[in-house]
């Protein structure tokens, strides 16, 4: 059987099964089994894929090779994860009355919808599939983040629909004016979107278009990535859906758009003067960085808050990836990995630190610890660890980001302490009294799902003091790969 | 170390312990007569010690066993301090024990004892007291200290014994900066010893006194070897003056004539000492408690100044 | 070649802490199991890297390589003579603070749960023990945030209250400030090689401008974590908040892995120092000491008085690092040897007597709830073991002979005397007179250490609940027996130790006091020569003894040895109590007066048309208001002005897309 | 011109209609009359495709022009004026700015998209290659007119009429995307639509009426 193939079928079956499933008493068991078997389906496909080598699938249309089966192992556990983890918080939910069985169901069919357009954007070997999918995972979004119907979110998903929608415009305008680069080159043989062969041909592509191109590519898939001042959806969305939808818009959607941007960058660097693409993410990822840690500062609700540590974060590895050579992709790859399970898990805590409390501002919540140690010592390490606080693992990239970062670009080192600094700050001024503290503690009907954060975490831990050089190897393939 | 140097020091030491109480009485008796006064016998200060010794000890309720123990150790300090400080020959076997900065170590630890002692029974007087001996040594001490540098610096040595023996037994030179440290070394000499302007060991007015009001609580033997710690400490600092500032006569390492010539003529300028410390006694008025600080600063400053002196004009560069 | 090497001694005995930490998890709830079997555990693992640390002096550097960390960085680690040194401070400190923690943690009830405690406590001093053997910027890093991590989960112990979770914030921010520097600091050291190992930092040559910028910027990061002027406000905030064991272990040991940081970076791995590095940490810490000692005399709270005078010590201690760095800039090594000497005598010093008499406020605190000065007093009559055994803190924290403080200030005063023959016009006269500010700042410790023990011990009790006060049990004894015995050992031995220490001046300096010193007996301190100066304490204990025991009993055959008890003598007024004494406030009023300018005081005097007549006194720090509060203000504003960016206007959004569209496609060409 | 073929020429003068269309879209402020403006200039973007596939013979580039036909002509103009009654939008459409200086900002932006394009257009080998800068054009008006907008169904009409001037590079300059990439584009559309249809019942409901400034609550300043 087809590893490859079942990954991809079983978001989409399952997504149309839940559609049509109603109220069923095994439908949040179908997700959470669904995203199970996605993600056994990419374990074996990683195996494969290391042990072998890249492959095709559907002709030329997908492609796996070092660099994304990675990020597709990584994508179907968080995905995996959160499924567990919304569970326990989507009945909750639905107790505390917030939530509709109609919208439940329309939750757990998009989240499935979501998965598959993830998964298949990450393997498309075809530009504008990787568009299309891209697109498609706004849609399916928009509608969880619109989930409760409330004003606010309303706002946010329309926000988020509008600014995404145009964003994306833009890349699907690059993306032709890279189809028209191509084409010159590859011929009209309807290759001349397939990364495989534009990447062959990369240096023969005109650097003109290829310049025009990037740039709106940037705009387009780097309004996705949440890049300041293109960012204004993401704290929105964020705060106003729910909060696995969180989780996967951080830690998952994030990372798929990051990911398509370095494909845009390495045919860009392949057909323009060195340093072209890298100055522009450069610049874009340390502005970022710091709008988004002055940001931090002023805000009153958790995941508003987190929304723009998220900013922050793509800023960083953008960043890093702007940078390039094969240290900061490493660390760029490895941020990626962090940011994801570390933001996640953040999410996951704030999710049931929410509910437990009944609100999202912070000044409300209090003593997360007396409520209930296990999400009150998930917040504060979760906190400590995207903070950059050794020995967890984000601090292993960020020290090699700046390290390189002095090495090479030594301006910009003080920029990024500056931003990280008031980062720290920001959040850790925050986080801290929501954990301590004294509170009126209140139960709830279903127990939370603990273990996913702290699973998140001790990954997060084990890959700050040892990188498995399994890993280590697909990191330097990879980064070799993005040059 | 020879028997001889041994035997030296301890002369010294006994001497020390059984001059220490003439000399206050001398100052007393200076006084009486500066001030028109009849005087005390010279030998009051035995008397007096005698009598307390033979007194029971009255202690106050509240009195811990640190209030107990501290007069012995004030008064071992003093007697350390005395055995250092070079008063008849600079052979002293003890003296590597401690230098000159140990000294004013010595002397703050018979401080810091003695004002915990005070704080100790817990009365008005005792803190007020206990107080005003730290405001007095945090700002004396590093005065004495600044003095002892510049003398150091001269000799190019700490310690007391070769200090004497460099300023004592070198060519005739005069050094500017010692005229500064003199300064600040007596008028530090005036508020280590509780004497006016800054303390009057005569009254027990409580607004302005400091010693007096430390050991308030203290009788009997207790109070006995305060009193003559207290002693002691006038001498053991006459003596480092005189060893800094008139060095001569001070015997040297294996000359027992000299020593023997040494006895009289530390006796003759103690005298004189004492006569002078009874004249500035009188000559001045008690300050305000709050201007001793103001006094204290200047002895500091005239310190530092000395050592300034010393650093730009007496060093070629 | 030994079978086990000391460094494979030390890893582990910081994994024998981890597993006494994770053992503390097994059962977190049972505080007795935690306290009476894991730390005492972690104690003995502190003698014996103590002991480790002692043997390893002097021996050849030894290093050795983890699989962890980086890829390309695996955690590289080293001992050398220096490391050695403060891995003896960390194990034998440690192993007192646990004995001491191994009863106080027994009962303690209020906040915390125990095995969590133990965890983070071991863990703090893995991360202490990690922070010395690092040999890499990576390996250094990570054990110096989970330094300040497990530090931080230890302050804020007691989260109630709300004081407590800003002390612990201010903390950790500004040691995350520091470590951002620190890192900073390692990257300018690479110089552009990419090579983090401190192998090669040290064989890296820098320019002059390159080495000063890493000197500063370790300065700046090491600073913030020993507390100098102006990075110390965390320091009196997050030291008192703490438990008592805890709040000794970071006065005691873990600033003093910053003096570790700042002696390995400045000696060892920026290269030959410029003088004027001396100069600006000379400058540093004699601000940092005064303003340190002043601070302590005038607070009214006994830990914030013991956390303000450990700032003035890690003044003393910078003072100190400068002198040698401004000899060794000109290459008197010896007299450089004399200073770093000092410095780490005194990290050893003040590493004994500080923890001795922050666990001695723990005993205080635990047996009658109360750290307000104002409410204390009379203790030595229900606590005389504390009350004694804090009284030889008292003396070395005084720096008063025969005890530890004295002889590394005497050898500091030693070191300055020589600063005249300093081949630089104006230093040779201006260094000697920073001396009397040292000086200044001894006496005035002095003044703080006796308002302390006189107002917490002595005198009558201010508060009737003092009455039930209880001295310490068994475990806290033995560890502030153990802690007194290293004060008084390191006061009057310090020959023989000082003849140890010589391994790692002559690791850094290449010189040391060893052959000159060796040549005396081992009871005499004499650094350069005994006719220069001397100082042979267990002499100078031994007078004192002899005249104390002469005394007493001379006095008893010659007289009597009658004793009476009487009431204390009351003028005449006998509606005196104890409220007549003086308060903490009252006591440190002549510093207040003197030295005015330096304290930020809110006063409020009584009036004669009050009806309640009071005076109060609120004493802040001036830094406060200059540095912190202007930063704050400029980062709101700041931020002010960025949030206008997100307006919610989804019009004004879309003009930002479509202005940098616009900005991109004219700007940007290949 | 003489050389240039007639196919060519045919699709330069329907490139040309869409941006005067834009244009007209950019001044008009009534909403139904927009939208037919809108379903104008998908039948320009049909007729453009359409002369492209019978020039080119690609089979797909028929498919796509009946798409362009079927969603951008009909169905789409058909679901939105269906919305504008149900809904109850008011007629007139209130714009931001004015639209002089609109028109004038619009004019500037064609100048620089025309800059833009040209270097690229050089380089095209296809005899279509002005059409690129004037998809540019169309796609930058589209953008200015989603900024100018307030309600939020004029928002959505620029926002389909970018996917228009999108459409017309991928077709006419570049002669066609794969059929892949076309039919997904298409898909998104559509559902996309249908979406934002669901949306603006949901808005309506939740604040009575279609007016984006309800929807400038969540904001830091």
Known sequence: MDMFVVMLALPLVSGALLTLAGERAWAPNLNILASAGTFLAAVLLTVEIVAFGPRFAFGEQFFIDSLNVFFVALTAFVGFTTSLFSGPYMKNERARGKLSVPRLRLYKSMYQFFMFTMLAALTTNNLGLLWVMMEAATLTTVLLVSLYRTPASLEAAWKYFILCGVGIAQALFGTILLYFAAERVLGETGNALLWTHLVGAKAFLDPTIMSLAFVFLLVGYGTKVGLAPLHNWLPDAHAEGPTPVSAVLSGLLLNVALYALLRCKVLADGALPAGFAGNLMMGFGLFTLLVAAFFLSRQKDIKRMFAYSSIEHMGIITFAFGMGGAIANFAGLLHMTLHSLTKSAIFFAVGHAAQKTGTQRMDDIRGLVKINPLIGWGLMLGTLAILGMPPFGVFASEFMILTHAMQHHPWATPLLLLGLGIAFAAIFGRVQPMVFGETEAKRLPHAPAITPVFVHLALVLMLGLWIPPDLARWFHEAARMLG | ?????????????????????????????????????????????????????????????????????????VFGAMALACAIVPSLSTDLPFAPAADALALVGVFGLARLFISLAAMDVGTAFGSLGGRREMLVGFLAEPALLMVIFTVAMIANSTSVAAIVATLAHRDFVIYPSLAFAGVAFTMVSLAENARVPVDNPATHLELTMIHEAMILEYSGRHLALIEWAASLKLYAYSCLGLAFFFPWGIAERDNLLALAAAVPLLILKLAIGGFLLALIETVNAKMRIFRAPEFLGTAFMLAVLGLLVRLLLETRV | MPSLLSIDALLIAACAWLAVGLAGLAAPRQARFVAATLFPAGAFVGLAVGGVGLFALGGDPQTAVLAIGLPELPFHLRLDSLAAVFALLLGFASAGISLYAAGYFRHQDAGGVPGLLCLQYHLFLASMLMVLLADDAYAFMVAWETMALASFFLVTTDHKHGEIRRAGFLY??????????????????????????????????????????????????????????????????????????????????????????????????????????????????????????????????????????SIENIGLLAVGIGL????????????????????????????????????????????????????????????????????????????????????????????FLFSPG????????????????????????????????????????????????????????????????????????????????????????????????????????????????????????????????LGRGLVKRLYHGRLRRSPAWDCGYHFQ?????????????????????????????????????????????????????????????????????????????????????????????? | MSDVPLSAQLINLCAAAILLLAFAMLAQRRVLQLIDLFA?????????????????????????????????????????????QRLHVKGEVEPLINIPTTMLVGIMLVVVAFNVALPIAQLSATITRGTLGIALATVMLAFLMMITRKKAITQVVGFLAMENGLFLAATSATYGMPMVVELGIALDVLIGVIILGVFFF????QFDSLDIHHLERLKDH
């Open chain 3, 422 to 549: 300093l081949p630089h016009a104006w230093l040779n006269m201006v260094v000697p007179v920073a001396a009397a500010v040292v000086v200044l700042v001894a006496a005035l410790a002095g003044f703080a250490m006796v308002k302390f023990h006189g107002i917490v011990f002595l005198g009558q009790m201010r508060e009737p609940a003092l009455q039930e006060a209880h001295d310490a049990g068994p475990w806290e004894k033995t560890g502030l027996v153990w802690l007194a015995f290293l004060t008084l050992l390191l006061g009057v031995l310090p020959g023989s130790l000082i003849l140890r220490l010589d391994a790692a001046t002559r690791q850094l300096l290449g010189a040391g006091l060893a052959e000159r010193m060796s040549e005396q007996g081992w009871w005499m301190l004499a650094p350069i020569s005994p006719e220069r100066a001397s100082y042979e304490p267990l002499v100078f204990l031994g007078i004192i003894l002899l005249s104390v025991w």
């Open chain 3, 577 to 670: 109590g104890p409220r007549a004494q003086d308060t903490a406030e009252g006591f440190s009023q002549p510093i207040r007066r003197i030295f005015e300018p330096v304290f930020r005081m809110e006063r409020h005097f009584p009036s004669i048309r009050d009806r309640e007549p009071y005076y109060a006194v609120k004493v802040e720090d001036h830094f406060w208001y200059w540095l912190y509060v202007p930063i704050a203000r400029l980062a709101a504003r700041i931020s002010a002005l960025v949030a206008s960016l997100q307006g919610g206007r989804i019009a004004v959004y879309l003009m930002y897309s479509f202005l940098t569209l616009i900005l991109l496609i004219l700007v940007a060409r290949p």
């Open chain 2, 1 to 73: 170390m020879s028997v001889a140097g041994i035997l030296g020091q301890l002369f010294a030491l006994v001497l020390a312990l059984l001059l220490a109480p003439l000399l206050t009485g001398w100052v007393n008796q200076c006084r009486a007569w500066l001030q028109n006064r009849s005087a005390p016998p010279l030998w009051q200060p035995y008397y007096t010690l005698h009598k307390l010794f033979n007194k029971d000890v009255v202690l106050a309720d509240g009195a811990s066993s640190l209030f107990r123990v501290a007069p012995f150790v």
């Open chain 3, 172 to 309: 950790l921010l500004i040691a995350h400030v520091g470590a951002l520097a620190i890192l900073l600091a390692f990257g300018v050291m690479t110089g552009g090689s990419g090579d983090y190992r401190f192998a090669a930092l040290r064989a890296q040559e820098l320019s002059p401008f390159w080495a000063s910028m890493a000197f500063l910027l370790a300065l700046l990061g090491f600073g913030a974590k020993a507390g100098l002027v102006p990075l110390h406000v965390w320091l009196p905030e997050a030291h008192p908040a703490a438990p008592s064991p805890v709040s000794a272990l970071m006065s005691g040991v873990m600033l003093k892995t910053a003096i570790y940081g700042l002696l390995r970076v400045s000696f060892d791995l920026a290269g030959t120092p410029l003088w004027w590095w001396g100069v600006v940490a000379l400058a540093f810490g004699l601000v940092t000491a005064f303003f340190g000692v002043l601070n302590a005399t005038v607070q009214s709270d006994m830990k914030r008085l013991l956390a303000w005078s």
């Open chain 4, 40 to 84: 104008l200039q998908g039948f320009a973007l049909f007729l453009s495709t359409l002369i492209v596939a019978v020039k080119t013979g690609q089979t797909h580039l028929y498919f796509s022009a009946a798409l362009t036909l079927a969603l951008k002509v009909a169905v789409l103009p058909l679901i939105l004026r269906r919305l504008v």
């Open chain 4, 202 to 205: 949901q808005i309506r409901d």
């Open chain 3, 324 to 415: 040698a760095l401004l000899f060794h800039a000109y290459r008197m090594e010896t007299l450089a040897a004399l200073a770093l000497t000092a410095v780490l005598y005194h990290c050893l010093a003040h590493a004994g007597f500080k923890s001795l008499l922050f666990l001695a406020t723990g005993s205080v605190l635990h047996a009658t709830k109360e750290r307000s000065l104002g409410r204390l007093g009379g203790l030595i009559r229900r606590m005389p073991w504390v009350a004694w055994l804090a009284l030889v803190g008292v003396i070395a924290g005084a720096g008063l002979p025969p005890l530890s403080g004295f002889v590394s200030e005497w050898l500091l005063l030693q070191a």
